[in-house]
């Protein structure tokens, strides 16, 4: 695929600006790292987004999850490597990130709120809305897929 837009171009901008504080907001909420780099993955598998995926794929390696369990992400529901937690954030990943097809089921909402409470189910599903707005702008603009490379902080 040949890029359309650098968005590396545009990181100083106010609108990605806004972006990269969502992000940060999520990352100071509380919620687990791990997690939130699972909903990154999942969320750009059910879009396709290429670049996202490699990007974080490699952010979680780098931050010591389990090959494993990035491999078999996709298919999660039929693996025993996930816990409960990571399993109703995953699932609310998928309706969120799909909503068109169900909405959000009221016994969805409340397997996932049970398991999270109200201030960490708000964080999780900013970080869901986070990762879906940074999906629709990769597919949009086509970065170079494979050149995003982990920061030696990321690892820290």
């Not at 040949?2 to 909420?29: C, N, Q, W």
């Not at 995926?53 to 490699?58: E, N, R, S, V, Y």
């Not at 990762?131 to 494979?146: A, D, E, M």
Request: proline share 4%; hydrophobic share 40%.
């Amino acid at each position: 695929m040949t890029p359309r837009i650098d968005p590396a171009k545009y990181i100083g901008s106010g609108l990605t600006a806004s972006l990269f504080a969502m992000g940060h907001e999520v990352e100071k909420s509380g919620l687990e790292r791990s997690l939130f780099e699972l909903v990154k993955i999942r969320a750009s598998q059910l879009n396709g987004c290429a670049y996202c995926i490699d990007m974080h794929t490699k952010d979680a390696r780098a931050r010591g999850e389990h090959e494993q369990r990035i491999y078999a992400l996709n298919a999660w529901r039929e693996t025993p490597f996930f816990s409960a937690r990571e399993r109703a954030a995953l699932e609310w990943t998928e309706a969120l990130t799909l909503i068109a097809d169900n909405h959000v089921p009221d016994d969805l909402y409340d397997r996932v709120h049970a398991e999270f409470g109200d201030d960490a189910l708000v964080a999780l599903t900013f970080a869901v809305l986070v990762i879906n707005c940074w999906n629709r702008l990769s597919i949009s603009f086509r970065p170079v897929v494979g050149s995003y490379q982990p920061s030696a902080t990321t690892a820290a």
